[in-house]
């Protein structure tokens, strides 16, 4: 009897799919920098549904449609938008709550009100393939630090895409998507670095 209940037991996981945890790469990092930082004070602030942010999707095709993915973005991204601010900046603290007025010279708020994924499975002759799209639409918020008065609002949308062989036992495993969701952490990082080093932050 307690056989028949475990065998019932497995078979239901069986029937109702795999779920797959996987949080992406928190070592994305931007390319550019420059020699000559900025001394000013900074302040990165990052909205909570940025830093909780997480992906969940089932593949758009009939093939490994039973399974179901979960990517944690929201530490991949913070971390890589922390090091573009660095890529200008001397003095760069993360904060956890707005600041006050004059306890920085400059503030960058960052929040995350989409980020997209699409998995998908395509079967071919002796090889499938994993395919995935993410993107991401990011908005970065530079403020006074002395009047926490905002100086300009900047939207940045960045994407990526990735095709790996699927085939074999580790077909449906989590890492076949990871490549395109770090592809776009890491031209939004790109993005924001460059915004940063040719003087967003500064008032003009």
């Known amino acids: 009897m307690r056989n028949g209940l475990i065998f019932l037991g497995v078979l239901a996981v069986i029937l109702a799919g795999c779920v797959h945890f996987r949080t992406v790469s928190t070592e994305i990092a931007p390319t550019v920098t420059t020699l000559e930082k900025s001394p000013a004070r900074v302040a990165v602030y990052f909205a909570r549904r940025l830093l909780d942010c997480e992906v969940v999707r089932k593949p758009d095709t009939r093939y490994g449609a039973e399974h179901e ?14 090091r573009s601010v660095k890529a200008a900046y001397a003095n760069v603290v993360m904060v956890t709550g707005m600041p006050k007025p004059g306890e920085f010279d400059r503030v960058f708020s960052f929040d995350l009100p989409k980020a997209d ?14 395919r995935a799209r993410a993107s991401i639409n990011l908005t970065m918020e530079i403020l006074d630090g002395k ?16 095709t790996q062989d699927a085939s074999g036992l580790a077909a449906y495993a989590s890492s076949k998507f990871t490549e395109a969701m770090e592809k776009a952490i890491q031209q939004l990082s790109e993005i924001v670095s460059n915004l940063v080093i040719t003087g967003a932050g500064e008032q003009r």
């Open 69 to 82: 993915y979960h990517y944690r973005w929201g530490p991949a991204v913070s971390e890589a938008l922390t």
């Open 117 to 130: 994924l699409v998995v998908e499975f395509i079967p071919g002759y002796l090889r499938q393939e994993a």
């Open 147 to 162: 009047t926490m008065k905002p100086l300009k609002t900047l939207p940045v949308t960045a994407r990526g895409s990735s």
